[in-house]
């Protein structure tokens, strides 16, 4: 190699690792060695013309080096001069196969070196090229490489997510028959296998498996008009003959003339979600036919916390949806409460997503401002109706509302993270609140959200004894306030959003 060819390698090869690093090619990424620095640049300038990220290298160390260096699988192809350093060569297709198994390599060899061929296609090298060759024929080469290649990785993505997948996963005849299922498939129907289950229902029709067979003649109805079916469930029988709901997504898939072909499935198990919603409705419906003798003994609505069970856990939104149910219960008895703890919710979200909360602690959130008044229910109702203000035994009851409130949710295991919320939702910044006088980083962040909040709904609703004094009012005393009985945080966030 002349000296002027060996500073020119220098400049290009850390080039190329950047390149390799930073480029996205549509058509391929390829890396070139060749002993010989002009075939290397010539087939790598040639290659690049057709819309191809290449690299060269006339170094075997500095090409291994740059396979080693990169996180991520950064080459499809390896196109390789062999030269006749016969033994090294085989070395390095072995040691770049070894770094990337799924590399596809092509060789460029003398025309009558198939020893040389023989030796390099043992090491699983895609295919070869003779000296001298057309350029046309190194693409096509690498086209049908590329291809091959991304029939490679379609195929294990597929072979992936159908063995490894936790939902059940299959192919059906458009007569219901099953042609393959996948493992998940078969333990979620009682099968040892997927071959047990093929061979125990692929002669059976599909709709015999449904506890109501009218419901898979509904499936057909949907996919002949649309094709596609999504989040239908049903009732189906296992092996053992016991029942089990699924979630069922369905896709006809046609050919090019549209004629349907199979069918594609998925299947989920919500078995235990559907026993736990109608737990959860027939809970709601008790809570209800109590709500009337409630307005005549507040104690009731203790009881009926301790009927919630473990199971709401796994129901987010159908709990909050219940917790609504039962807070907005306790407020209509009252008009000057009516809307009160959805009210407090909702300025609760708006404030925790000006400050950044995130999603979870949003939920948190939400359903501590829709339970923060529930100990009420054993305190002031009875007077919350004068039309005149409370005189001091009365205050004092009404500021035992949030330590009977976290009594109440300590009955429900699952809402240990809201007690601190809803206790400590009246302290204040200097240490003035109720009912525990706690002060400043003391007090729980999401508490100080829900005082402003409460405050904030407080000074613009009316009550027995006053109109309510209004927005205006309410702004300018969270202002006023801010830093002695409102974290300063809250407040900033607060009169954004309010």
Same mark, same amino acid.
């Given at each position: ?19 390799? /690093?930073?480029? /996205? ?39 291994? =080096? ?133 061979? =125990? ?23 002949? =008009? ?8 049903? /009732? ?45 409705? /027939? ?51 009252? =008009? ?163």
């Amino acid at each position: 190699m002349a000296l002027g060819q060996d500073t020119k390698y220098k400049d290009i090869k850390s080039a190329n690792i950047k390149d390799a /690093q930073t480029t /996205q090619s549509k058509s391929g990424r390829i890396l070139i060695f060749s002993k010989n620095y002009d075939f290397m640049t010539s087939v790598r300038g040639i290659l690049s013309e057709f819309g191809y990220l290449t690299v060269g290298f006339i170094s075997r160390e500095d090409a291994l =080096k740059s396979l080693k260096s990169l996180e991520k699988k950064t080459f499809d192809f390896l196109v390789i001069d062999i030269d006749q350093q016969e033994e090294e060569n085989i070395k390095f297709l072995k040691k770049a196969m070894k770094i990337d198994p799924d590399l596809m390599c092509i060789i460029i060899v003398d025309h009558g070196e198939f020893q040389a061929v023989v030796e390099a296609m043992k090491t699983g090298v895609f295919d070869y090229l003779f000296k001298p060759f057309k350029i046309e024929i190194l693409l096509i080469t690498i086209s049908r490489a590329m291809e091959i290649r991304r029939l490679r990785k379609a195929k294990d993505l597929y072979y992936s997510i159908f063995a490894d997948a936790t939902e059940g996963i299959y192919l059906k005849t458009p007569e219901g028959q099953y042609i393959t299922a996948n493992p998940a498939l078969a333990d979620l129907l009682g099968y040892e296998s997927s071959d047990e289950l093929i061979t =125990k229902l692929g002669t059976n029709i599909t709709n015999e498996t449904y506890v109501e067979p009218d419901r898979h003649k509904e499936i057909i109805r949907i996919l002949q =008009k649309k094709d596609i079916v999504t989040g239908f469930e049903s /009732q189906i029988y296992r092996k053992d003959g016991n029942r089990i709901w699924i979630s069922e997504n369905v896709r006809a898939v046609r050919d090019p003339n549209g004629n349907l072909l199979y069918y594609r499935g998925t299947i989920e198990d919500i078995t235990r979600r559907r026993q736990n919603e109608e737990a959860l409705r /027939q809970s709601e419906s008790h809570f209800r036919l109590c709500a009337e003798k409630a307005e005549k003994n507040t104690g009731i609505f203790l009881d009926m916390i301790d009927e919630l069970c473990d199971s709401y856990r796994e129901l987010d939104q159908l709990f909050i949806n219940f917790a609504k149910t039962m807070v907005n219960m306790l407020d209509e008895k009252n =008009k000057w409460t009516k809307g009160h703890s959805d009210r407090v919710a909702l300025y609760s979200e708006m404030i925790a997503k000006e400050i950044g909360i995130d999603r979870e602690g949003m939920k948190k959130l939400r359903l501590a401002a829709l339970l923060h008044d529930i100990g009420r229910m054993g305190t002031f109702d009875y007077f919350l109706h004068k039309p005149s203000r409370f005189t001091e035994r009365q205050y004092e009851l009404v500021k035992k509302h949030p330590v009977n409130g976290a009594k109440i949710l300590e009955n429900i295991g699952f809402l240990d993270d809201l007690i601190p919320f809803v206790r400590h939702h009246h302290e204040r910044m200097d240490g003035k609140g109720y009912p525990d006088g706690l002060k400043g980083e003391k007090i729980p962040f999401y508490s100080r959200i829900l005082h402003v909040a409460d405050s904030f709904d407080s000074m613009t609703s009316d009550r027995p004894h006053r109109k309510a004094p209004g927005k205006e009012y309410a702004l300018s005393e969270l202002k006023r306030c801010k830093g002695s009985q409102f974290d300063p945080k809250v407040i900033e966030a607060a009169l954004k959003v309010l």
